[in-house]
């Protein structure tokens, strides 16, 4: 496969991963599909989990992947020298794009670990009140499913917050692991180019050229 194949097959995969990225963030913003608690929180209450206002999957996982995924994409048509220079920057656009994956992934990492927001009570908290219950549990919440009862309003909370912060976080897997195979490709497309030649062999008249060129020297 030539460099500039590879640079599409990569940016179609980060256009969809960039739109699942925003969708659960903004799903996020709005537990059991209810506007209250988002308004409630606009007015000062504690209604939120607090890693869905780092919005990592809108900018992270969203806009600074979506970025990258246009100009890879574009790099994938042959251009002047042939698109040399798109490759190049493309390196630099992959890169913006691993930061924006590694932000949605440490959030998301977070905010599985932390658990959600919620009128919460148990048998050591009987006066239901709104907070994190789980934020010092380390995550052992996510195996132990008899205390996701302990999470009152909004109802179903963290089957809620649980799914679509595992699927940020797999989404942010995938943007990470394509945009650091971009750099190696738009690397390998600095020299060969986005030909329909595959780059092996453009390297292999690469180096019969620098021969022929030291022999006559």
Same mark, same amino acid.
């Given at each position: 496969?030539?460099?500039?194949?590879?640079?599409?097959?990569?940016?179609?995969?980060?256009?969809?991963?960039?739109?699942?990225?925003?969708?659960?963030?903004?799903?996020?913003?709005?537990?059991?599909?209810?506007?209250?608690?988002? =308004?409630?929180?606009?007015?000062?209450?504690?209604?939120?989990?607090?890693?869905?206002?780092?919005?990592?999957?809108?900018?992270?996982?969203?806009?600074?992947?979506?970025?990258?995924?246009?100009?890879?994409?574009?790099?994938?048509?042959?251009?002047?020298?042939?698109?040399?220079?798109?490759?190049?920057?493309?390196?630099?656009?992959?890169?913006?794009?691993?930061?924006?994956?590694?932000?949605?992934?440490?959030?998301? =990492?977070?905010?599985?670990?932390?658990?959600?927001?919620?009128?919460?009570?148990?048998?050591?908290?009987?006066?239901?009140?709104?907070?994190?219950?789980?934020?010092?549990?380390?995550?052992?919440?996510?195996?132990?499913?008899?205390?996701?009862?302990?999470?009152?309003?909004?109802?179903?909370?963290?089957?809620?917050?649980?799914?679509?912060?595992?699927?940020?976080?797999?989404?942010?897997?995938?943007?990470?692991?394509?945009?650091?195979?971009?750099?190696?490709?738009?690397?390998?497309?600095?020299?060969?180019?986005?030909?329909?030649?595959?780059?092996?062999?453009?390297?292999?008249?690469?180096?019969?050229?620098?021969?022929?060129?030291?022999?006559?020297?």
């Amino acid at each position: 496969m030539c460099t500039g194949a590879c640079s599409k097959f990569i940016a179609i995969p980060l256009y969809v991963m960039a739109a699942v990225s925003i969708i659960c963030n903004i799903m996020l913003f709005f537990p059991g599909f209810d506007t209250t608690y988002a =308004a409630e929180d606009r007015e000062g209450e504690q209604r939120l989990t607090q890693e869905v206002k780092y919005m990592a999957g809108l900018i992270g996982g969203g806009i600074l992947v979506l970025i990258p995924a246009i100009h890879i994409h574009l790099t994938s048509a042959n251009g002047c020298c042939a698109n040399r220079c798109g490759m190049f920057l493309s390196i630099g656009f992959a890169a913006l794009g691993v930061v924006g994956a590694v932000y949605s992934l440490s959030v998301a =990492a977070l905010g599985l670990a932390n658990g959600p927001t919620c009128l919460w009570s148990n048998e050591f908290n009987t006066s239901p009140e709104w907070g994190t219950p789980f934020n010092s549990s380390g995550g052992s919440y996510l195996t132990d499913k008899e205390q996701w009862s302990w999470c009152l309003i909004p109802e179903n909370v963290v089957e809620f917050n649980v799914g679509l912060f595992s699927t940020l976080l797999v989404a942010a897997c995938v943007e990470l692991a394509l945009c650091l195979i971009q750099m190696v490709n738009g690397l390998f497309g600095c020299i060969c180019g986005t030909c329909d030649v595959p780059c092996i062999c453009n390297l292999v008249y690469l180096k019969i050229f620098c021969n022929k060129a030291l022999n006559i020297s």
